[in-house]
């Protein structure tokens, strides 16, 4: 290994011989390897830093026979110049130069940001430890030793320029993956925010129905549309479960990358995902569960309209209207179930006149008297029915009519087992309900009494047999200044 400064004409004579040589040889034409850094790398482009001529001679024509486009330096000054200019994929660098040496070129090209991921493959006739260490401390990838082994140096080079493109490869699969998640999680966000956006709309609707119904009615409605509701809600919640295994299964080629796994690990993990299907179809679940929530919207537009919340005043209305709705609402349950026939709705209207009422707590009443008709109605025929059970028919009277004294009658009539007399005494107390436990506040007519007596300045009574059904009667005056 030379020692000695090598003049520049001496180098630039050199690598003159070295392309009139490959030019000779019917080798692809180049220009000076001093200045060939313009233009794409088509292949992998090695740079060699070397003082002695002899060497980088030997160096160049081995490289070039085995397809390397070879760039070539004197000095660590003039090969870290070349390296910012080139970016070449690996360096070879001789230790023992003039000026700086090969530990401290490595060292500064280790510290630029433009050159610092370049692989340095030291080569050196230095057989000592320390110097090895001191060169894999600084930045060295592998040592190299003089005289250089041809096939052993080819390993090496081979091994080293492979992991570059790895590292390569899984740094743009590192950057494709995170900007796909980028844009995922952004669309995960907006549709969640749609999502809390349409829960809370359906939440402050219900507090507003346990306000209006001092926490009664709000089961009967509820109940009333439960079917309506339960579609879009068991949709949206399954589809959740699968939107949250694909963001995990994404999430986990996003900690590959970020861990820095090797491209073929993430390539792997993407197959099993099957990363492609699940793009296109993560996209599909979130637009159907927004259509889902545009459901829920809509039926909690549909109970608030029912219940009227925005009425608070005085307002003369059809009671007809407002018993059809809450009989339209409570469909579902009029529907046959198990051993029992669907119920018959028998609508038994008389003429009536406007009457002026407060409407969505009226409404509420119906639908607490209608919704317990049909409770009572679900436990089976009465004791004194002997036929086969499933030839019992159910039936719901809804009588209305005009009475004496400016007063009208909605009666609400059932042929169910009736209500023991004992019973009958308590029906409108708070908290009574002769229901299991579980399946009733003790409420609904309780609040009903107190919306037909005291807001509107009626009567409420229950009507009942054993064996006969049981009915339920609202006598209310046409206007409130009539009220007794």
């Excluded at 992991?163 to 699969?173: H, N, S, T």
Aim: aromatic content about 4%.
């Amino acid at each position: 290994m030379s020692s000695g400064q090598v003049p520049p004409t001496q180098t630039d004579q050199l690598m003159d011989r070295l392309s009139e040589g490959a030019r000779a040889r019917g080798d692809r034409p180049r220009s000076n390897p001093e200045i060939e850094d313009e233009g794409p790398i088509a292949e992998a482009t090695i740079l060699a830093i070397d003082d002695n001529p002899t060497n980088l001679k030997v160096v160049f024509e081995f490289l070039r026979d085995r397809g390397f486009k070879v760039l070539i330096a004197s000095s660590g000054e003039s090969g870290i110049e070349r390296a910012q200019k080139a970016r070449p994929d690996l360096i070879l660098l001789d230790v023992m130069m003039p000026g700086i040496d090969g530990f401290t070129t490595c060292a500064r090209l280790k510290a630029d940001p433009l050159t610092q991921d370049i692989p340095i493959i030291f080569m050196t006739a230095l057989a000592d430890v320390d110097s090895r260490v001191r060169g894999l401390t600084v930045g060295g990838v592998d040592y190299i030793t003089k005289p250089v082994e041809r096939d052993d140096a080819l390993a090496r080079i081979n091994i080293h320029l492979q992991l570059r493109q790895e590292m390569k490869a899984r740094m743009a699969a590192q950057a494709a993956l995170t900007e796909l998640a980028a844009g995922l999680e952004e669309q995960v966000q907006e549709r969640t925010r749609a999502l809390s956006e349409s829960l809370a709309q359906l939440q402050q609707a219900q507090v507003q129905l346990i306000h209006a119904e001092k926490m009664s009615s709000l089961g009967q409605l509820v109940a009333g549309v439960a079917h309506e509701i339960n579609n879009p809600v068991n949709f949206i919640h399954g589809n959740l479960t699968i939107a949250q295994e694909y963001v995990e299964g994404l999430m986990e080629l996003v900690d590959l990358a970020m861990g820095g796994a090797i491209a073929t690990d993430i390539e792997k993990v993407a197959t099993e995902l099957d990363f492609e299907f699940v793009r296109e179809d993560l996209a599909k679940i979130l637009r159907s569960m927004e259509t889902g929530t545009q459901r829920i919207r809509d039926i909690v537009l549909s109970l608030r309209n029912f219940s009227r919340l925005d009425e608070s005043h005085l307002k003369a209305v059809d009671l007809h209207e407002g018993l059809d709705s809450t009989l339209t609402i409570l469909n579902a349950r009029l529907k046959g179930r198990g051993n029992r026939l669907a119920i018959e709705v028998v609508r038994r209207y008389g003429e009536l006149p406007p009457v002026e009422c407060y409407a969505g707590p009226l409404n509420q009443v119906f639908m607490n008297l209608l919704a317990n008709a049909i409770d009572a109605l679900d436990e089976g025929p009465p004791p004194s029915w002997t036929g086969p059970e499933l030839d019992w028919q159910p039936r719901i009277e809804v009588r209305t009519e005009a009475l004496a004294g400016d007063r009208v009658r909605v009666s609400v009539t059932d042929n169910g087992a009736g209500i023991a007399p004992e019973q009958q005494s308590k029906i409108f107390e708070a908290f009574f309900t002769t229901k299991e436990i579980g399946k009733g506040t003790g409420l609904g007519l309780s609040i009903s009494w107190d919306i037909v007596v005291h807001r509107h300045g009626g009567q409420m009574h229950c009507r009942s047999e054993l064996g006969q059904g049981t009915t339920f009667m609202i006598d209310l005056p046409v206007r409130q200044g009539t009220a007794s």
